[in-house]
């Protein structure tokens, strides 16, 4: 089946530094992907969708700068937290919807942030 | 605006019985999909099932099963005979024809499975 690979699984960084998060869909190209954030014991939360060859849109509240977004090909979207302080650490997780079937998205497997 | 509502926070069920959980949506639109996500302890969110608006067929695969029922805007999902490695969170989605492939998720129903 279709597959969505994210990298990397757990990162643990200072605070101040940035964190680069990748989303591949290994099968299938994708010209969507989304962004999504969840905290524990909570829901997903969508930040961003991704659009290849164009600019991501963001969900109301989520600050552009701080969370760049760059899907550099049909198969590869990042995401950047930029200056990471210990408020951003969350569970990132993305997803894409295939091309066989639009409306089922795969997701990642997440990526856990800790800051420190 | 859509709203998917999963009333159960938490439900708890010793291995063999069976459970369902719950799911209510909200669109305005009449060409929509609905969903059933298990998102196990790793964080990874599996695929279990979508259906769309046109087709109130109930499914089953498996010890899984879902109802659907347009007439009260809820996508109900079955589990027979529990076992310890359904223990999840289980989120149930909708996509609308109007919400540009976004979904919006349920606030999530942990199951856990005692042995």
């Known amino acids: 089946g279709a597959v969505v690979s994210q990298h990397p699984s757990r990162v643990i960084c200072k605070s101040g530094t940035s964190v680069k998060i990748e989303c591949r869909s290994l099968?299938?190209?994708?010209?969507?992907m989304f962004w999504y954030r969840q905290f524990p014991k909570q829901s997903l939360m969508l930040m961003a969708t991704?659009?290849?060859?164009?600019?991501?849109?963001?969900e109301q509240g989520v600050e552009k700068d701080k969370f760049l977004i760059n899907h550099a090909s049909l198969t590869l979207s990042t995401l950047t937290v930029t200056s990471a302080h210990p408020e951003d650490s969350s569970f990132y997780i993305c997803?894409?919807?295939?091309?066989?079937?639009?409306?089922?998205?795969?997701f990642g497997a997440g990526t856990r942030l800790s800051v420190l | 605006a859509q709203k998917v509502t999963q009333a159960q926070t938490e439900i708890s069920v010793v291995e063999k019985e069976d459970v369902t959980l719950d799911c209510v949506y909200e669109?305005?639109?009449?060409?929509?999909?609905l969903f059933w996500y298990k998102q196990p302890p790793s964080g990874e969110l599996v695929f279990l099932i979508r259906?769309?608006?046109?087709?109130?067929q109930n499914e089953i695969s498996g010890r899984y099963s879902w109802n659907f029922q347009k007439s009260t805007s809820s996508f109900n999902f079955t589990i027979t005979a529990s076992q310890v490695v359904d223990s999840a969170v289980y989120f149930c989605?909708?996509?609308?024809?109007?919400?540009?492939?976004?979904?919006?998720f349920g606030s999530g129903t942990q199951l856990t499975v005692l042995p």
């Open positions: 997803s894409a919807p295939t091309g066989l079937a639009k409306n089922i998205q795969y």
């Open positions: 099968d299938f190209q994708a010209t969507t």
């Open positions: 991704s659009n290849e060859g164009s600019k991501a849109t963001y």
């Open positions: 669109t305005r639109d009449t060409t929509y999909y």
């Open positions: 259906r769309n608006s046109f087709d109130e």
């Open positions: 989605a909708l996509i609308s024809s109007g919400s540009a492939r976004q979904l919006t």
